[in-house]
């Protein structure tokens, strides 16, 4: 009892408690802080690896489909070896496809194996493939192939002929290697992992193990467990036996049959907090033996008074520095609510007055005149009642002048707590600035994409079922390309930004616009007084209105249109892709309908979608085949009826449609990337036939924007003629506007690399562009074709007007002038008078095959009309 009372002793008993419990505090802190951190960094690096996995798993899948369609087409003679070399299937990330017969005997591959037969029958993805009753895709586990010699994933699909019987089955293999790429950058430390597994839990591919000893395998895994059929889990592997400890995160993919998982080791998620922990636990061995040693010291001395009193005076003094020189604020209250220790950062966080705070007053009293927290009792009463259920909680304080503290609470032995205190307002701020840097467009300060697939989701989440019903609109601008072109893109950022706040003039608070790429913008609609879909073709027509109202932008007047697509919800999905689909289906409608337009989705726009998707394998197909023949219209000179040149236009007799419009399946080549093919087999057949017509008649080939685009246009036109021995002077190429504004300076160097080769050069649909005019002065050609819409009107005195100022023009620039659409002998009579020297129409001929072409063609006769 003597010794409990000695000042010293007691002083001892006091401080070390609050040494080790501050330690405690802060050090659980940063561990939490490191959890959560690597937390949210396996969360995206999980979801990195399921999109870079399944955008290679998408890839190859297509190329299955493709190499099958070709396979049913005619199975004797098809060579898999041929196709892939033709159509570039098995590059980049694919090692090889092979076809395996109903016999289990590969019988092509796209390696050129000639060994000995290879019996495939017992390989997991041919026997699973063949039971399969539906038509999908199967991920087998990895196998070392017999021809490649590679580890390799099989990507397998059935094969069919062409009644749909099955022929045995098509597989691509894609390297292990290459699902892992993502490894290298994504900063998993020591330990981490990637794994990726099929649906049965076999391991497909791993990065960070021991690869030979877990490819193929499926052994026993706490992720088959955790996801069950959810697609996302986050948990610890933990007590492995001479295994390290893991935070594991568990994807699900929604499109494929495969399952990924990133791993961090715990060693390296609390290496940083583990440095600091030593550091601290230095201090607090430090003040912990300072103040054993002088208590003992003051024990054995205690007939030196005095010289005890200087020792605890220094001790003291000793442990304020310590609380002095904590990075936080620190206060600790005991279980009647009472305060018994602080420091000054403490203080100055809440702006309590030193001579005001003692040891020992209440919570109450000492919180009483600050103003960030309005009711202290409720702070307290829910301060305890946290505090009773769990040992370690955290608040976060706002004050009214901007400041944010963070306050992590420890629960006290023996009743109260000790709390640490570290303002995180610059913190806050940096947070909240990447928050808004992540979901907000940094020119229009509208949602981005990410935040507005993301309130789809959350309005989805929050109210399933038809009582959560809105409405999405997108919304595509009409010329935009051409004023961004014309006037610099710093005229076009000034552009977006008003249309940006036209739409937000539109909308109500309750609705969310957001620009999702670089002129297209959209609209989440929520329910109001009026039924949903009213309400939003209501609005829709307002913006299509409004947006294409005049803007001067830097003086300059400026005009444009918007194209709208309305979805929908629940009537036209319920996942946030198949919403975005449906409302992209009607805003091509819209665009379709002429734009300055919108359009709600319906079954039917979904059908016209499939039909185009369904084009368009079947066209990538006929060109391959090299199936698509050319036609010619002829040019003629009015005054002698003699053909002066022929028109070369691609014609598609398509063998269960019939003759599909060039409008048609033009335009499918164009969405499709299939032109540039296109348009350079229309122009090595025009090269050949015209070797076969007169020497004085030239063949006029159109051009794409799209092939201006590839660096080899100018060889192509070269090779063109020098294979079929064609003159430079005997071909004409035709350039519509287009051109110009895909990119007009390089797409003008082409064009003076091609005029320089000896060709000329047509500019096609004169007067209906942005800006015709401007293009006779950037660039010199040799014709100008006057479009149809002007000869059709030709009976007015203001087009007669407009041609007689075209005919002036090209006069003075020495330019050939033809009229297109020319169906009348009293149209041709017009345009004599007029001194238009050439036409082109169904009055003289219909684009017909090189056999039926009228080259030696009378005088018109008058009165003489086409048949339209």
């Known amino acids: ?35 959560q951190q690597a937390r949210s960094h396996g969360d995206s690096v999980a979801e990195l690896f399921e999109e870079n996995t399944e955008r290679i798993i998408e890839r190859v899948d297509q190329s299955l489909l493709v190499v099958r369609a070709l396979y049913a087409q005619d199975p004797l003679t098809f060579s898999l070896k041929f196709w892939s070399d033709k159509a570039r299937i098995a590059t980049g990330d694919v090692v090889q496809f092979s076809l395996i017969g109903l016999d289990g005997y590969m019988f092509d591959t796209t390696t050129g194996y000639s060994g000995a037969p290879l019996y495939l029958g017992d390989r997991e993805h041919f026997a699973s493939v063949m039971a399969q009753a539906d038509d999908s895709l199967y991920v087998a586990k990895p196998v070392l192939g017999r021809a490649s010699n590679k580890w390799t994933i099989q990507l397998a699909r059935k094969l069919f002929d062409l009644a749909r019987n099955p022929a045995g089955v098509v597989v691509g293999s894609i390297s292990v290697d290459v699902v892992g790429r993502i490894y290298d950058t994504a900063k998993l430390g020591a330990g981490g992992t990637l794994v990726l597994r099929n649906a049965n839990h076999v391991v497909l591919a791993a990065r960070g193990v021991d690869h030979d000893t877990v490819l193929g395998q499926r052994a026993p895994n706490r992720v088959e467990g955790e996801l069950r059929d959810g697609f996302y889990a986050q948990y610890w592997n933990e007590n492995r036996p001479n295994r390290r400890d893991r935070l594991i995160t568990a994807r699900r993919s929604r ?56 020792e605890l005076r220094d001790f003291a003094s000793k442990f304020e520095d310590a609380l002095r020189n904590l990075p936080q604020g620190l206060s600790m209250f005991d279980g009647r609510d009472r305060l ?30 600050q103003t960030a927290v309005l009711d202290v009792e409720a702070y307290l ?181 918007c194209s709208i697509g309305l979805a929908l919800v629940p009537e036209h999905g319920t996942r946030v892709d198949e919403i975005l689909r449906n409302a992209d289906l009607a805003l091509y409608r819209s665009k379709s309908a002429g734009r300055s337009c919108f359009h709600v989705y319906s079954a039917e726009l979904k059908a016209e979608a499939d039909q185009r998707n369904v084009l368009e394998v079947e066209l990538r ?100 003629l020098a294979q079929n021995g064609l003159p430079e002077t005997r071909l004409e190429l035709e350039i519509t506007e287009s051109v110009f504004l895909a990119d007009t300076q390089e797409n003008l160097k082409t064009l003076q690399r091609l005029k320089a080769l000896g060709v000329s050069i047509a500019l096609d649909d004169f007067g209906v562009g942005y800006s015709s005019l401007s293009y006779l002065t950037a660039f010199p050609f040799d014709k100008v074709k006057i479009d149809k819409s002007f000869i059709d009107r030709i009976d007015r005195c203001e087009t007669v007007a407009v041609l007689k100022s075209i005919v002036q023009l090209a006069k003075a620039l020495k330019l050939s002038i033809v009229a297109e659409g020319v169906e009348t002998s009293a149209q041709i009579a017009r345009l004599h008078s007029l001194g238009i020297a050439l036409g082109q129409g169904y009055f003289f001929s219909r684009p017909v095959p090189l056999a039926d072409l009228p080259l030696q063609s009378p005088v018109p006769r008058r009165g003489r009309r086409a048949v339209a």
């Open 1 to 35: 009892m003597t010794i409990l009372r000695n000042a010293p002793l007691q002083i001892a008993l006091f401080f070390l408690p609050l040494v080790w419990i501050g330690y405690v505090a802060i050090t659980s802190s940063e561990r939490a802080d490191a959890v």
């Open 255 to 310: 499109v494929f049959p495969l399952i990924f998982t990133v791993g961090i080791s715990a060693q390296e998620i609390y290496s940083r907090s583990d440095l600091r922990q030593k550091v601290y636990l230095g201090g607090a061995l430090l003040l912990t033996f300072i103040i054993v040693t002088a208590t003992l010291f003051h024990w054995r001395r205690q007939l030196a008074l005095g010289r005890a009193q200087r």
């Open 340 to 369: 018994i220790a602080f420091n000054r950062q403490w203080l100055e966080l809440y702006g309590l007055e030193p001579e005001e705070i003692r040891i020992g007053m209440d919570f109450r009293e000492v919180f009483a005149k």
């Open 381 to 561: 009463v829910d301060l305890k009642s946290r505090l009773e259920q769990s040992e370690h909680i955290s608040n976060t304080v706002p004050f009214p002048d901007g400041r944010v503290v963070y306050v992590s609470y420890g629960r006290r032995e023996g009743g109260g707590w000790v709390a640490t205190h570290e303002d995180i307002t610059e913190r806050k701020a940096s947070e909240d600035r990447i928050e808004r840097l992540a979901h907000y467009d940094s020119l229009t300060g509208l949602a981005n994409r990410n935040l507005f697939k993301e309130h789809i989701d959350e309005v989805l989440a929050g109210s399933p079922g038809p009582e959560a019903a809105f409405a999405v609109l997108l919304l595509d601008l009409d010329k935009f390309k051409a004023v961004n072109d014309a006037l610099g893109h710093q005229c076009g950022d000034a552009l977006l930004k008003q249309v940006a706040g036209r739409i937000k003039a539109q909308i109500r608070d309750l609705d969310m616009a957001a620009r999702i790429g670089g002129d297209e913008f959209a609209v989440i609609v929520a329910p109001g007084r009026t039924a949903i879909q009213d309400g939003a073709a209501s609005l829709a027509a307002r913006l299509v209105q409004v947006i294409a109202e005049p803007y001067h932008i830097e003086g300059h007047p400026v005009v444009i249109g």
């Open 621 to 720: 197909e006929a060109i391959w085949r090299e199936e698509i023949d050319v036609y010619y219209q002829p040019v003629t000179e009015l005054s002698t009826g003699r053909v002066k040149s022929v028109e070369a236009l691609a014609r598609w007799r398509h063998p269960i449609r019939g003759f599909i419009p060039p409008a048609e399946f033009i335009a499918v080549a164009e969405a499709g990337g299939l032109i540039v093919e296109l348009g350079n087999q229309v122009l090595a057949k025009a090269c050949r036939d015209a070797t076969t017509m007169p020497g004085d008649v030239k063949v006029a080939v159109n051009l794409s924007a799209l092939q201006f685009a590839g660096a080899n246009l100018v060889d192509i036109v070269t090779s063109a």
